[in-house]
């Protein structure tokens, strides 16, 4: 079991260091949803036995950000014709090697984190701050809205994995709770990508930085 | 130290040869041709170490010394090098830092000898050489610091003894994906560059090697060929081969991984087209990141 939750959560670091790297907003809606299946597994992995609260967080997980989100994403990205994010605000290779040094540091941190229980495995809290960080720096460094709606999802993961540290502490309801809201914000999120394309045929978010009224 | 360590760079010269061939020949099925005969690196070895050398007049010893140093750099890069749990001839502390050097020193020379024939297409290929190994060498060397955290050892052949023993799982997948990028990096290949082409622009290591002719192409082919098993023993250690008894199963069961490596190559290259030239640093920083992350997992 001890190896099947390293194996998943190097997975999560991999698909992080992947949507870093990623310019095809396709392709990073699909490495998100593999992202959260594999989180969905993570309850049971992680615990070693299949409890009822820990199948019903994975499993309405891994429905949610596996199948609900990409199909919502896909059909925003089909309205609004965008295929691949052109200048992000940091490029590529920059944002793999601030990845990779964001990844040191978190492997530093977690290492010295006082943790209240005991965590399943030495790697759980290295890659839930990554995923976290990877889904900030999604949100900040890239100029689509779909490309920013793909980090909240990110980081939302990132949250999901570190709260594995107290999934027997914490109650089902919280965890629960937080999925409903990112679903709603989600949702709310991928009609208002539609209709900011409508009203201003891009999605630029840093466009919208200079909207004020009275502007010509 | 064993007789076996002393076949290995044997072994490696001789069979150094067959490993385009066998590419070429992967590659040929896939285009449902039949391609060369087995023998045919030996075949153009032996008439171009026959053939009369003619060199420009503008070059100097530098051009004629760029393929023999190379050459020179693979052959100590083979007596550090072992194959799986197959200890190097000369092992000592420190080697794998050497090996990367060796490494350089040999592309160092190539792209000297390059610039040396003052010609405007070899300039543009030894400068992309040079730019795509500002990428690959930090990979390879986080890499090789990684297993040597790993096994905690200093010298390559405890390294690839220890890890033939056994070591982590993810760190074997990890820098398995990793070296073989560098692996098709290093030795030209397509997701980089293509052996194959016959247009000057785009290519980057064919270019540089233009203008030799004869006992120097010679020494450049056996060298690439050489290359080709040395980074593909880097490679190979990495499967978990130790379990086998006595050193001659474990020298062919080294030798078989890296016949299936160039299999590997072969079949990659007629899949997958050849990346844009923008685009190859961004490959080899992922090769980078992954070799990093190895090396992160080892500090747990």
Excluded at chain 1, 35 to 42: H, M, S
Excluded at chain 1, 77 to 99: D, Q
Excluded at chain 1, 185 to 190: L, T
Excluded at chain 2, 64 to 75: K, S, T
Aim: aromatic letters at 8%.
């Amino acid at each position: 079991m001890q190896n099947g939750t390293g194996s998943l959560l190097i997975f999560l670091i991999l698909t992080d260091l992947l949507l870093l790297g990623s310019s095809r907003l396709r392709n990073a809606i699909r490495i998100g949803a593999a992202q959260g299946v594999a989180l969905g597994l993570l309850p049971w992995l992680a615990h070693g036995q299949l409890t009822g609260s820990a199948l019903l967080l994975g499993a309405g997980s891994a429905a949610l950000k596996g199948v609900v989100f990409p199909a919502l994403l896909h059909r925003a990205l089909r309205e609004i014709h965008v295929r691949r994010e052109i200048e992000p605000l940091i490029g590529y290779i920059p944002s793999l090697l601030i990845g990779t040094g964001v990844l040191a540091a978190a492997f530093a941190f977690g290492a010295r984190l006082p943790l209240p229980w005991e965590s399943p495995s030495p790697l759980l809290v290295p890659a839930g701050l990554f995923t976290l960080w990877t889904g900030v720096f999604l949100i900040m460094a890239r100029r689509k809205a779909i490309t920013q709606v793909l980090g909240y999802i990110v980081l939302e993961n990132g949250i999901f994995a570190l709260g594995m540290v107290v999934v027997e502490a914490m109650p089902l309801l919280v965890e629960l709770g937080v999925l409903l809201d990112v679903f709603v914000a989600v949702f709310v999120m991928g009609i208002l990508v539609f209709h900011i394309n409508r009203e201003f045929d891009h999605i630029d978010s840093d466009q919208l930085t200079a909207l004020k009224e009275g502007a010509p | 130290m064993s007789a076996a360590s002393w076949i290995h760079p044997v072994l490696a010269l001789a069979l150094a040869p067959l490993l385009p061939v066998l590419i070429q020949r992967v590659k040929a099925l896939f285009a449902g041709r039949c391609g060369p005969p087995w023998g045919q690196g030996y075949i153009d070895l032996w008439k171009l170490f026959r053939k009369g050398g003619i060199a420009s007049r503008t070059t100097t010893w530098v051009f004629r010394a760029g393929p023999l140093v190379n050459f020179a750099c693979l052959l100590a890069a083979l007596a550090v090098m072992p194959l799986g749990a197959v200890s190097a001839p000369l092992p000592f502390d420190g080697d794998w830092v050497l090996l990367a050097y060796l490494l350089g020193l040999g592309r160092f020379f190539t792209v000297t000898a390059a610039l040396d024939t003052g010609s405007s297409f070899e300039g543009m290929g030894a400068s992309r050489e040079v730019q795509f190994a500002v990428f690959a060498e930090p990979a390879l060397l986080i890499g090789l610091a990684a297993l040597a955290r790993e096994t905690q050892s200093l010298s390559l052949s405890p390294i690839y003894a220890g890890l033939a023993a056994g070591g982590e799982l993810p760190l074997r997948i990890l820098l398995g994906a990793g070296f073989f990028v560098l692996y098709l990096a290093e030795n030209c290949r397509i997701p980089v560059d293509d052996p194959a082409t016959h247009l000057e622009l785009t290519m980057i290591h064919e270019v540089m090697v233009l203008d030799h002719g004869a006992v120097d192409l010679g020494f450049i082919q056996w060298g690439s060929a050489l290359k080709l098993w040395v980074l593909g023993a880097l490679w190979a250690g990495l499967l978990p081969l130790g379990a086998l008894p006595g050193p001659l199963s474990r020298l062919a069961a080294g030798a078989g991984a890296i016949l299936v490596l160039a299999i590997l190559t072969g079949i990659v290259e007629s899949v997958t087209a050849r990346v844009r030239l923008l685009r190859v640093p961004q490959l080899l920083v992922g090769a980078g990141v992954l070799c990093a992350l190895g090396l992160l997992l080892t500090f747990r």
